[in-house]
Every structure is written in structure tokens, then in C-alpha cells.
């Protein structure tokens, strides 16, 4: 139930709110509101509750496995990537203040209208986040970020190409033992739980904070040979002084559980990899976003993630981030 429910009143002793009310409630401290944002939210939300559904039924509906494709980044394509990014599209496409859609999954980003035509957002998302885990039913996530639509630039791919402070809202969909939307829009992080019975998103904490303390780091270790020198030295040191290791290898449990229960989630350089695995744009930043606003770190390398200038869509980045004191841990040994 609400943290902010009032508690003064014998008839209403916790208020019962959904997704769209919470949403439309938030409007209504912003005089000039156009109710055009919520609007957007109330897809990205179909779009959860379709995905939802069709990750449960993956097995029956014979949706499992790869098309034999490959996406623009050269990864393996699940039948159920594909699936997810065309239902964020048909959910997303017909909301009239949408200018520009980008998915991780389309090599450029798809112009729906432009700012004269009342454009006002872009909508950015990683469809199906972790999609490698679907076929052992690991929980698995879609990730998104908003952005305002710079009507001066008419070329697509710079108008996304913004940095993630100027992020409008960000957050993810977990779809795991229960399905959970977890959404900012730079005032604190809230977090909402499907009921499948009613098919609604019911709020159930506001003001979520990173909590101190938990020596844990998520990191896929088996990489270690490759990390630089720093996270090596990291992972010597977290072995000498009695951490933990959790590591699902699908970035929204795992950074779901860094949120809930504290500790640092970290994707470093490879040698496969040097500029790290992560998208800037669709991983990176909405969990960046999401991490500080709960009180925690986000760096890639010695910068902060939310101040990289991005360059180019599908760049790449490697991401530390997590509970402060933990995050300090990683970052006094790495250089800068
Ligand atoms: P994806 O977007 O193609 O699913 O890849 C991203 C995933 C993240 O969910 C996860 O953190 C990472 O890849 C795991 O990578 P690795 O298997 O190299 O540890
Ligand atoms: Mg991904």
C-alpha cells in the first residue's frame, strides 16, 4: 500500500491506487500539464501487461528460442524479442505526442511525427532486456527512457542522442515471479505491481531508497581475466573482506535486487567488450536515472553515467552502480 496514503481518516485507511491514477495525480502539481505525458506512460503500461503475458505463455505458445536472425549489434534475436519490441510499437505508436520511438532492437529510430505535426517525446526502450534467460523462465525485463523531442534538430538519431540527465521519466518492467513497473520521473522512484485478476498496476511504495550496508556485488565473474586491473583488484579485496555474489545475467533482476536490497551492480570493460556490453541509451541511463533517484551511484568508467554525451544510438558503455558506499568501494580502485 501507499507510503503517502493519509492516515487521519477512520474510512480510508489506505488508499488503493493504480498506475493511471498515480500518474494523472502527479499531473495535476504541474498547472501547464497536457495530460500528454500520461498518456505515454498508459502504453508503456499495455505494453508490460501484453509482454507480461506473452513471456508467461512462452512455452505453450511454442515462442521460445531464436528467429535465426540477428539484431543490428550482431546479437541472436529471441522469437520473444521480436514479439515484445512490435507490441511497444503498435502500444506506442498511436499516441499522438510522440515524435520519435527507438528500440535496441531497429537499427535507426522510427520518426512518427515531427514537432510541428506535436511531436513533443521520444520514446526509448530496451523490448526485452535479458531475453538469453527466457527459455529456463529467469525472470526477464523491458527497459525505457523519455525524452523531450528537440524539434530543431530534424535529424533522428541526435535528437536521441541526449544525455541522460535530461531524461523526462525512465524506469523497467520485471517480469518475474510477479510482474513489477518501476518508474521515475525525476521526483523520487516508485514502484507498482501487476494484479493479473484486474489487469492493473496497483501503486505499492513511493520514495523507494537504495539501502546501505549489503556487501554484495553482481558482476559476471567468469570474466575476471578480462576486467582491467581496478575490478580485479576490487574482486581480490570483496573476497578478503566477506562479500556475497549474486549475479542472474539479466539487468533488470539485477539491478531490481540492488535496489530493493542494496549492494553494486557492475558491467565492466572486456577484452570482448572494451567499451563495456551495456547500451547508453537503453540500459545505462533508465537505470542510471532510476538508481540516483532512489539515493544511489551510476559511473561508467570515471564519469558519471547521466552526464556521457552520447554519439551515436547503439553506443556502449561500462556501468558501475548501486548503493553509494558500495559503489565507492569499486570506484577507489579504478583510475580517474
Ligand atoms: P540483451 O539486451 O541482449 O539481453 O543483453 C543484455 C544482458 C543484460 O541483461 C545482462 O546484464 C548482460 O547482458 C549479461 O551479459 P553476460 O552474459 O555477458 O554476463
Ligand atoms: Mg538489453
Same mark, same amino acid.
Given at each position: 500500500?501507499?507510503?503517502? $496514503?493519509?492516515?487521519?481518516?477512520?474510512?480510508?485507511?489506505?488508499?488503493? $491506487? @493504480? =498506475?493511471?491514477?498515480?500518474?494523472?495525480?502527479?499531473?495535476?502539481?504541474?498547472?501547464?500539464?497536457?495530460?500528454?505525458? @500520461?498518456? *505515454?506512460? &498508459?502504453?508503456?503500461? =499495455?505494453?508490460?501487461?501484453?509482454?507480461?503475458?506473452?513471456v508467461r505463455r512462452a512455452r505453450l505458445d511454442d515462442v521460445l528460442g531464436s528467429v535465426g536472425t540477428e539484431n543490428v549489434q550482431g546479437e541472436t534475436q529471441q522469437k520473444l524479442d521480436?514479439?515484445? /519490441?512490435?507490441?511497444?510499437?503498435?502500444?506506442?505508436?498511436? +499516441?499522438?505526442?510522440?515524435?520519435?520511438? $527507438?528500440?535496441?532492437?531497429?537499427?535507426?529510430?522510427?520518426? =512518427?511525427?515531427?514537432?510541428?505535426?506535436?511531436? #513533443?517525446?521520444?520514446?526509448?526502450?530496451?523490448?526485452?532486456?535479458? &531475453?538469453?534467460?527466457?527459455? *529456463?523462465?529467469?525472470?526477464?525485463?523491458?527497459?525505457?527512457?523519455?525524452?523531450?523531442?528537440?524539434?530543431?534538430?530534424? /535529424? @533522428?538519431?541526435?535528437?536521441?542522442?541526449?544525455?541522460?540527465?535530461?531524461?523526462? $521519466?525512465?524506469?523497467?518492467? %520485471?517480469?518475474?515471479?510477479?510482474?513489477?513497473?518501476?518508474?521515475?520521473?525525476? /521526483?523520487?522512484?516508485?514502484?507498482?505491481? %501487476?494484479?493479473?485478476?484486474?489487469?492493473?498496476?496497483?501503486?505499492?511504495?513511493?520514495?523507494?531508497? *537504495?539501502?546501505?550496508?549489503?556487501?554484495?556485488?553482481?558482476?559476471?565473474?567468469?570474466?575476471?581475466?578480462?576486467?582491467?586491473?581496478?575490478? +580485479?583488484?576490487? %574482486?581480490?579485496?570483496?573476497?578478503?573482506?566477506?562479500?556475497?555474489?549474486?549475479?542472474?545475467? &539479466?539487468?533488470?533482476?539485477?539491478?531490481?535486487?540492488?535496489?530493493?536490497?542494496?549492494?553494486?551492480?557492475?558491467?565492466?570493460?572486456?577484452?570482448? /567488450?572494451?567499451?563495456? #556490453?551495456? +547500451?547508453?541509451?537503453?540500459?545505462?541511463?533508465?537505470?542510471?536515472?532510476?538508481?540516483?533517484q532512489a539515493g544511489g551511484l551510476a559511473f561508467s568508467e570515471g564519469e558519471r553515467t547521466l552526464e556521457i554525451q552520447p554519439t551515436e544510438l547503439h553506443q556502449r558503455v561500462p556501468v558501475?552502480?548501486?548503493?553509494?558506499?558500495?559503489?565507492?568501494?569499486? +570506484?577507489?580502485?579504478?583510475?580517474?
Amino acid at each position: 500500500m501507499t507510503d503517502d $496514503a493519509p492516515r487521519d481518516h477512520p474510512l480510508v485507511p489506505d488508499n488503493l $491506487a @493504480s =498506475l493511471q491514477s498515480h500518474v494523472l495525480a502527479e499531473e495535476t502539481l504541474f498547472p501547464n500539464a497536457t495530460g500528454d505525458f @500520461s498518456w *505515454i506512460i &498508459s502504453a508503456i503500461s =499495455l505494453a508490460g501487461k501484453t509482454i507480461a503475458n506473452k513471456v508467461r505463455r512462452a512455452r505453450l505458445d511454442d515462442v521460445l528460442g531464436s528467429v535465426g536472425t540477428e539484431n543490428v549489434q550482431g546479437e541472436t534475436q529471441q522469437k520473444l524479442d521480436v514479439i515484445a /519490441n512490435e507490441v511497444l510499437l503498435r502500444c506506442l505508436g498511436s +499516441r499522438g505526442s510522440i515524435a520519435v520511438i $527507438a528500440s535496441e532492437e531497429d537499427e535507426e529510430p522510427l520518426i =512518427l511525427r515531427t514537432g510541428s505535426e506535436g511531436g #513533443k517525446y521520444c520514446v526509448l526502450f530496451d523490448p526485452l532486456d535479458g &531475453s538469453s534467460n527466457l527459455d *529456463i523462465a529467469v525472470g526477464v525485463g523491458t527497459i525505457f527512457s523519455v525524452l523531450r523531442n528537440d524539434s530543431e534538430i530534424a /535529424n @533522428s538519431e541526435r535528437t536521441v542522442c541526449q544525455k541522460g540527465l535530461q531524461q523526462v $521519466a525512465a524506469g523497467y518492467i %520485471l517480469y518475474g515471479s510477479s510482474t513489477i513497473m518501476v518508474l521515475t520521473t525525476g /521526483n523520487g522512484v516508485d514502484m507498482f505491481v %501487476l494484479d493479473m485478476a484486474i489487469g492493473s498496476f496497483l501503486h505499492v511504495k513511493s520514495g523507494l531508497q *537504495i539501502p546501505p550496508g549489503n556487501h554484495t556485488y553482481s558482476v559476471n565473474e567468469a570474466y575476471a581475466e578480462q576486467f582491467p586491473t581496478g575490478y +580485479r583488484t576490487y %574482486l581480490q579485496w570483496a573476497h578478503e573482506n566477506g562479500y556475497s555474489s549474486r549475479y542472474i545475467g &539479466s539487468m533488470v533482476a539485477d539491478v531490481h535486487r540492488i535496489l530493493m536490497r542494496g549492494g553494486v551492480f557492475i558491467y565492466p570493460p572486456t577484452r570482448r /567488450n572494451p567499451g563495456g #556490453k551495456l +547500451r547508453l541509451l537503453y540500459e545505462a541511463n533508465p537505470m542510471a536515472m532510476v538508481i540516483e533517484q532512489a539515493g544511489g551511484l551510476a559511473f561508467s568508467e570515471g564519469e558519471r553515467t547521466l552526464e556521457i554525451q552520447p554519439t551515436e544510438l547503439h553506443q556502449r558503455v561500462p556501468v558501475l552502480l548501486g548503493s553509494p558506499d558500495e559503489v565507492e568501494c569499486v +570506484r577507489r580502485l579504478l583510475p580517474g
